[in-house]
């Protein structure tokens, strides 16, 4: 593939899905303005994510989407050449939701991944994904987490064994909901936040696209902090708090051999010493 350069976002999405739309057209621009090949917006930017884990408003919810509906054709018209992770509500079977990170191309849908792991209260408005699962893009074999999947290390790694070199993780994370810290610096769920995504990286040897939302939705505050990390767990490009992208430059199939040649952390694996 060569050196590209790799984009993660930190931005505020709410539930105007028009006004998602004209926010998301206005960050492709800027990154294809930079010469963005991958860029990867944050969990619930087409409607936003929920406002309250302990009683959400069933009538205050995220609009479920289908994936074959307009919304997600628009972003992968946006798109064009680019590659481009974002996340939705989206429509399942009846009543059924689920918190998805889609991948887009101009030529339409490239992979999927609907949250498999829920933080107390989200299971009343979203049904849990299954799987993990890497898929081929234009850019390079990639997988998706959303949000709360990073905290777990076998999510990175059944991706990174299922041959994924870069893991692009879509949040919507906010901070502390009980002991909120006057500075979001100093927050428990800002260090966590940063410290799974560089272990992460560093554990299965890729590179990690992390985005996230700012701003805020009900009682959620959330962090951005948007970066990419390279294989080596050392962060290339980052946001901090602020909305913006981070843009970083690499050649990934360089970067994870460089990573991987003295000591290569998948092949060293002892599955039959695991219990």
């Known amino acids: 593939m060569g050196s590209m350069k790799i984009g993660a976002v930190a931005a505020a999405f709410g539930r105007d899905l028009e006004g998602s739309l004209a926010r998301v057209a206005t960050l492709i621009e800027h990154a294809r303005?930079?010469?963005?090949?991958?860029l990867v917006l944050p969990d619930a930017a087409l409607g936003g994510y929920i406002t309250d884990f302990t009683d959400p408003d069933p009538a205050g919810l995220p609009p479920a989407l289908e994936l074959d509906g307009p919304e997600l054709r628009k972003v992968g018209e946006l798109a064009g050449d680019m590659v481009v992770c974002i996340g939705l509500c989206e429509a399942g079977p009846g009543d059924v939701r689920f918190n998805t990170a889609a991948c887009v191309h101009g030529d339409g849908l490239l992979g999927l991944h609907r949250k498999v792991h829920q933080p107390l209260g989200e299971e009343r408005v979203y049904r849990a994904g299954d799987s993990f699962a890497a898929f081929d893009t234009p850019v390079g074999r990639m997988g998706m987490l959303v949000d709360y999947d990073k905290t777990f290390p076998e999510s990175a790694r059944a991706l990174a064994l299922d041959g994924a070199g870069i893991v692009a993780c879509l949040s919507a994370w906010p901070t502390?909901?009980?002991?909120?810290?006057?500075?979001?610096?100093?927050?428990?769920?800002?260090?966590?936040?940063?410290?799974?995504d560089r272990s992460r990286a560093a554990e299965n040897q890729v590179v990690l696209v992390s985005s996230n939302q700012t701003g805020s939705m009900g009682r959620m505050r959330f962090l951005g902090q948007a970066k990419v990390v390279g294989p080596d767990g050392e962060v290339l490009a980052r946001t901090w708090a602020k909305a913006g992208i981070a843009v970083?430059?690499?050649?990934?199939?360089t970067s994870l051999a460089a990573a991987r040649r003295r000591l290569s952390h998948l092949t060293e694996r002892r599955p039959d010493a695991y219990r």
């Open 33 to 38: 303005r930079s010469d963005v090949r991958l």
């Open 248 to 253: 970083a430059e690499m050649d990934v199939e």
């Open 176 to 196: 502390s909901i009980t002991n909120r810290a006057p500075r979001m610096a100093d927050d428990r769920q800002s260090r966590l936040f940063d410290l799974y």
